[in-house]
């Protein structure tokens, strides 16, 4: 085994790592940007080292950069984590020209899977199902509409070396051909060097199911079970499971015999995973290989028992694989949800911001992957995940509650974040059911997600806890004020909570370590485990236990629990009659702005001051997180002014264009 390894990333992937090496007594180095001089992977590994600023091609992109701290430091091997330089066939050789181990798959392999046109070929050579699709890249829009009439639509066009979403666009007609097309191509340029895109036949309905595979330098192979990636959001994975609920076993040994074919194909050696789509029937048609650890490896951990980390480091060393396939075995089932600093409300645009509080949740069955820490700032120079949730239950429903109770307690303040879509999905019916399919999130929510609705009976228990919180306010400042003027606190008894607009009468005193609460003539006792300036509460209302978060708000708090995040108004019945007759502040008019929806920067602008334009129209092209987001017209209109110039780097909320 090694003495010493670099990883050759950042985040909780390079913290993840680090932590099975400290449990094999491997020393580890760490890299780091300007930007992640603090960073908690920083602080974990033995050793760090500085190799730029913090732009990714500045620094963690510098295959001379890191292979300069590797031989600096002695590293014997180097892990490059997940995206970055883990699928670069050029890294993984010039680590092998140096003498330093990639702890990783062969050049080879990197090579032949990397590029999706190319797998596909191997793939369909190796008897492994593809879908319908042309197996060239594409030259331009009028070959893509093309072969775009040949397939069928709707099309999937993808960047032949993408990954991530990124370069990658649904087309359902010859119009949307054109724009994707040049969109996907632009994205793939910028996001991996590389503008090559191919067309292919976009299955509706779909399922995404992968296989984990694992492979040794002596010739064993194996997979370990396959992983639920159906829960996307443009392409990108939010919610994965292990193992799938759609699979028979029979479908289950298909995909992973055909897997492992496809890694014996190219002498594959290390973790791999074999993406396949899935349609209604069972059928499955082969993606692309990643020839590198996956985001969601620890629900296939979970499942399996295994430490995917270790076994790589231990094929890297030249060691056999200590099992045949009959020693897998799936026991359980796993959930991972990601937490993404972004803002639901604005079509999940990506957020950034300093964590001012952080606290993860714990409990049976809890796992959390991180790379932050209270303090740890969210930039726009890397991905915006904050953490990766995940919970095993012995089977899917006991993984799903613990998955939203975990939610429900995950303190997250100083950034926007989707906790609370998350446990949308949790408690949606459809995922309940294991329904699913790629479309999930667009079809249950559309582009954006304001919060659930409390039902009628949701909006009593939040009310009830609110007015207890309410009464323990009141009374601690009723003892600090006490002591300074001795003004006797007299207990309000009626009050009035509106979430939503939606009214509730209650009537209630407080009682030891609660309050007595009376809702629609019904009584309940609400105990509070609650103190002001702590996000989360525990709270009890008869014989039912929850937890949420609560943050104060003036006349009230911003409740958050299940997916509902809701701002409860908590007045007393006086003051709920006087606020009824103030009439209602509403807020500026902004219909003739174009507003930065995040940070980013300006990749284009295309119009300029006196243009006319249509509803629809595409106004500009702002890039954030390496994606392309298009800002069009909402309405026909004149521009009266463009603030913003190809180029320059944007605030969030900042007014780029101007009508008249």
Same mark, same amino acid.
């Given at each position: 085994?090694?003495?010493?390894?670099?990883? $050759?990333?950042?985040?909780?992937?390079?913290?993840?790592?680090?932590?099975?090496?400290?449990?094999?007594?491997?020393?580890?180095?760490?890299?780091?940007?300007?930007?992640?001089?603090?960073?908690?992977?920083?602080?974990?590994?033995?050793?760090?080292?500085?190799?730029?600023?913090?732009?990714?091609?500045?620094?963690?992109?510098?295959?001379?950069?890191?292979?300069?701290?590797?031989?600096?430091?002695?590293?014997?091997?180097?892990?490059?984590?997940?995206?970055?330089?883990?699928?670069?066939?050029?890294?993984?050789?010039?680590?092998?020209?140096?003498?330093?181990?990639?702890?990783?798959?062969?050049?080879?392999?990197?090579?032949?899977?990397?590029?999706?046109?190319?797998?596909?070929?191997?793939?369909?050579?190796?008897?492994?199902?593809?879908?319908?699709?042309?197996?060239?890249?594409?030259?331009?829009?009028?070959?893509?509409?093309?072969?775009?009439?040949?397939?069928?639509?709707?099309?999937?066009?993808?960047?032949?070396?993408?990954?991530?979403?990124?370069?990658?666009?649904?087309?359902?007609?010859?119009?949307?051909?054109?724009?994707?097309?040049?969109?996907?191509?632009?994205? $793939?340029?910028?996001?991996?060097?590389?503008?090559?895109?191919?067309?292919?036949?976009?299955?509706?309905?779909?399922?995404?199911?992968?296989?984990?595979?694992?492979?040794?330098?002596?010739?064993?192979?194996?997979?370990?079970?396959?992983?639920?990636?159906?829960?996307?959001?443009?392409?990108?994975?939010?919610?994965?499971?292990?193992?799938?609920?759609?699979?028979?076993?029979?479908?289950?040994?298909?995909?992973?015999?055909?897997?492992?074919?496809?890694?014996?194909?190219?002498?594959?050696?290390?973790?791999?995973?074999?993406?396949?789509?899935?349609?209604?029937?069972?059928?499955?048609?082969?993606?692309?290989?990643?020839?590198?650890?996956?985001?969601?490896?620890?629900?296939?951990?979970?499942?399996?028992?295994?430490?995917?980390?270790?076994?790589?480091?231990?094929?890297? $060393?030249?060691?056999?694989?200590?099992?045949?396939?009959? !020693?897998?075995?799936?026991?359980?089932?796993?959930?991972?949800?990601?937490?993404?600093?972004?803002?639901?409300?604005?079509?999940?645009?990506?957020?950034?911001?300093?964590?001012?509080?952080?606290?993860?949740?714990?409990?049976?069955?809890?796992?959390?992957?991180?790379?932050?820490?209270?303090?740890?700032?969210?930039?726009?120079?890397?991905?915006?995940?904050?953490?990766?949730?995940?919970?095993?239950?012995?089977?899917?429903?006991?993984?799903? !509650?613990?998955?939203?109770?975990?939610?429900?307690?995950?303190?997250?303040?100083?950034?926007?974040?989707?906790?609370?879509?998350?446990?949308?999905?949790?408690?949606?019916?459809?995922?309940?059911?294991?329904?699913?399919?790629?479309?999930?999130? $667009?079809?249950?929510?559309?582009?954006?997600?304001?919060?659930?609705?409390?039902?009628?009976?949701?909006?009593?228990?939040?009310?009830?806890?609110?007015?207890?919180?309410?009464?323990?306010?009141?009374?601690?400042?009723?003892?600090?004020?006490?002591?300074?003027?001795?003004?006797?606190?007299?207990?309000?008894?009626?009050?009035?909570?509106?979430?939503?607009?939606?009214?509730?009468?209650?009537?209630?005193?407080?009682?030891?370590?609660?309050?007595?609460?009376?809702?629609?003539?019904?009584?309940?006792?609400?105990?509070?485990?609650?103190?002001?300036?702590?996000?989360?509460?525990?709270?009890?209302?008869?014989?039912?236990?929850?937890?949420?978060?609560?943050?104060?708000?003036?006349?009230?708090?911003?409740?958050?629990?299940?997916?509902?995040?809701?701002?409860?108004?908590?007045?007393?019945?006086?003051?709920?009659?006087?606020?009824?007759?103030?009439?209602?502040?509403?807020?500026?008019?902004?219909?003739?702005?174009?507003?930065?929806?995040?940070?980013?920067?300006?990749?284009?602008?295309?119009?300029?001051?006196?243009?006319?334009?249509?509803?629809?129209?595409?106004?500009?092209?702002?890039?954030?997180?390496?994606?392309?987001?298009?800002?069009?017209?909402?309405?026909?209109?004149?521009?009266?002014?463009?603030?913003?110039?190809?180029?320059?780097?944007?605030?969030?909320?900042?007014?780029?264009?101007?009508?008249?």
């Amino acid at each position: 085994m090694f003495a010493k390894l670099l990883i $050759a990333n950042r985040g909780e992937i390079a913290c993840r790592v680090i932590r099975t090496c400290k449990r094999l007594g491997i020393e580890t180095v760490a890299v780091y940007s300007t930007a992640d001089s603090d960073a908690v992977h920083v602080r974990m590994a033995d050793e760090a080292v500085h190799i730029g600023p913090a732009p990714a091609s500045q620094s963690y992109l510098r295959i001379d950069a890191i292979l300069e701290a590797a031989k600096a430091t002695g590293a014997e091997a180097v892990h490059p984590g997940y995206g970055f330089l883990s699928e670069n066939a050029a890294f993984a050789r010039a680590l092998e020209e140096a003498g330093i181990v990639f702890v990783g798959p062969p050049v080879g392999a990197i090579e032949a899977m990397g590029d999706k046109i190319e797998s596909k070929k191997l793939a369909k050579a190796a008897g492994v199902s593809t879908v319908p699709g042309h197996p060239d890249a594409v030259r331009d829009t009028d070959e893509a509409l093309r072969i775009a009439e040949e397939i069928g639509y709707p099309v999937m066009i993808k960047a032949s070396a993408g990954g991530g979403g990124k370069g990658m666009r649904i087309a359902h007609s010859a119009s949307e051909v054109v724009e994707s097309f040049t969109r996907a191509r632009s994205e $793939a340029a910028s996001s991996f060097g590389d503008d090559r895109v191919f067309l292919e036949k976009f299955v509706e309905q779909p399922r995404h199911i992968e296989i984990q595979v694992l492979a040794d330098r002596h010739g064993n192979a194996l997979y370990l079970g396959e992983r639920e990636c159906s829960i996307q959001r443009r392409h990108q994975k939010v919610v994965e499971e292990a193992p799938s609920a759609f699979l028979d076993e029979a479908t289950r040994r298909a995909m992973g015999e055909q897997a492992v074919a496809l890694a014996r194909a190219v002498d594959y050696h290390s973790a791999g995973t074999v993406e396949f789509i899935v349609d209604a029937h069972r059928n499955f048609y082969f993606l692309e290989m990643n020839t590198r650890l996956q985001v969601e490896h620890p629900v296939t951990e979970l499942v399996t028992g295994l430490d995917l980390v270790e076994q790589m480091l231990r094929v890297a $060393a030249g060691q056999p694989l200590e099992m045949t396939q009959d !020693d897998v075995k799936l026991d359980g089932w796993a959930i991972e949800t990601r937490l993404y600093a972004e803002d639901p409300t604005r079509g999940f645009l990506p957020a950034t911001g300093r964590l001012t509080r952080y606290a993860e949740p714990k409990g049976e069955g809890v796992r959390v992957d991180s790379g932050v820490r209270e303090g740890s700032e969210v930039t726009l120079f890397y991905d915006p995940m904050i953490a990766k949730l995940c919970t095993f239950g012995r089977d899917r429903a006991q993984a799903v !509650d613990r998955m939203i109770e975990a939610l429900d307690g995950f303190v997250v303040r100083g950034t926007g974040h989707n906790a609370s879509f998350l446990n949308a999905v949790m408690v949606n019916p459809r995922f309940r059911e294991a329904r699913l399919s790629t479309g999930f999130i $667009a079809e249950e929510y559309g582009e954006r997600f304001e919060g659930l609705d409390p039902s009628a009976e949701d909006r009593r228990l939040l009310a009830a806890i609110a007015v207890a919180m309410r009464l323990a306010d009141d009374y601690r400042a009723s003892l600090i004020s006490g002591q300074i003027t001795g003004w006797a606190y007299v207990e309000p008894k009626d009050w009035v909570v509106k979430l939503n607009g939606h009214a509730v009468v209650l009537r209630a005193e407080s009682i030891d370590g609660g309050a007595s609460v009376i809702v629609e003539d019904s009584r309940h006792l609400v105990e509070l485990d609650y103190r002001p300036g702590r996000p989360q509460v525990r709270a009890r209302v008869d014989d039912r236990a929850l937890v949420l978060q609560a943050d104060p708000r003036r006349e009230g708090y911003q409740l958050r629990w299940r997916g509902v995040d809701i701002r409860a108004f908590v007045r007393t019945a006086r003051a709920a009659t006087l606020a009824a007759r103030i009439p209602e502040k509403l807020p500026p008019d902004t219909s003739k702005l174009i507003i930065s929806p995040m940070p980013g920067l300006m990749i284009s602008i295309g119009v300029k001051p006196g243009q006319a334009v249509e509803a629809g129209q595409e106004l500009a092209v702002l890039e954030a997180m390496k994606m392309e987001n298009v800002l069009r017209a909402e309405q026909a209109g004149t521009i009266a002014a463009v603030n913003v110039s190809p180029g320059d780097t944007v605030a969030a909320d900042q007014v780029l264009i101007e009508f008249s």
